[in-house]
């Protein structure tokens, strides 16, 4: 009898041995099981689902970017307009029969595209802001460096904008420092224009900034245009044919330009 009790004793002892065996090593089976998924999970956390939120990431903060970019940039077509308004007003001290101050605003408007490519096609740029924005014809366009040019065209949502190096394009100008010495600037190509038609009187030294004059009614008075290259004199009585100017403006690196619109 206690010789059966001893051998039951033994087995159970056994079978629980083995049972503990057996349940830890299902436990380690399952510990490297759960291990093998989750490192799946985080190496495709880290390769795929980083990378997606990096770019995405990326790409917010080149907007921002874009967006912090056209505000300084505006910024600076507001310390422009201060700026002329106090050179304004230095000039009306000095002389009569000026151009008053446009009234109206500023609006940022990144470039589309590019035109004038074609033999004999009109050099002109296309710009995001059309009449749903408050554009219209005819209305003055600059950047922080000067005049671009004025709008032609305009639909919807776009505006063409004819540049200041186009021919066609006719500014009424003045030299700085020389009160009442105006003259008509015309486009040539992108790195000179030129300016013709000068007031009797006029003293062409090379150096002198070119603004607008604001005779027209299109562009404000006071916006940098150009630099004149030559070095020339006019007598009294005498015109000069004309005189190179270089422009203030990169047209070729243009990326947005600002519209002058009512208020």
Request: hydrophobic share 45%; with cysteine; glycine share 10%.
């Amino acid at each position: 009898m206690r010789r059966d009790i001893k051998s039951s004793t033994f087995a159970i002892v056994a079978i629980a041995t083995v049972l503990v065996i057996l349940l830890a090593f299902i436990r380690s089976c399952s510990v490297e099981s759960a291990y093998s998924v989750e490192k799946a999970k985080r190496t495709f956390s880290d390769k795929v689902i980083h990378r997606i939120k990096a770019m995405f990431s990326s790409s917010a903060t080149s907007q921002e970017n874009l967006r912090l970019k056209r505000k300084v940039a505006l910024l600076a077509m507001v310390e422009g307009d201060c700026r002329r308004l106090e050179e304004e007003n230095a000039r009306l001290r000095e002389v009569l029969g000026y151009a008053k101050k446009m009234p109206g605003r500023w609006l940022a408007a990144e470039v589309l595209s590019e035109g004038g490519g074609a033999a004999g096609a009109r050099k002109t740029i296309r710009a995001g802001k059309g009449y749903f924005a408050g554009v219209k014809k005819d209305a003055a366009v600059a950047v922080p460096e000067g005049l671009v040019g004025r709008v032609i065209n305009v639909t919807a949502h776009t505006s063409e904008i004819l540049l200041v190096t186009d021919p066609a394009l006719k500014v009424s100008c003045t030299i700085d420092g020389q009160a009442g010495a105006k003259a008509i600037l015309s486009g040539g190509s992108n790195d000179i224009l030129t300016m013709r038609h000068f007031t009797a009187g006029a003293d062409i030294v090379a150096g002198s900034k070119v603004y607008t004059s604001g005779i027209g009614g299109i562009f404000p008075a006071g916006i940098p245009v150009g630099t004149l290259q030559g070095n020339l004199r006019q007598d009294a009585g005498e015109l000069l044919p004309e005189c190179e100017v270089r422009p203030t403006v990169d047209f070729t690196t243009l990326e947005d330009v600002f519209i002058r619109c009512e208020n």
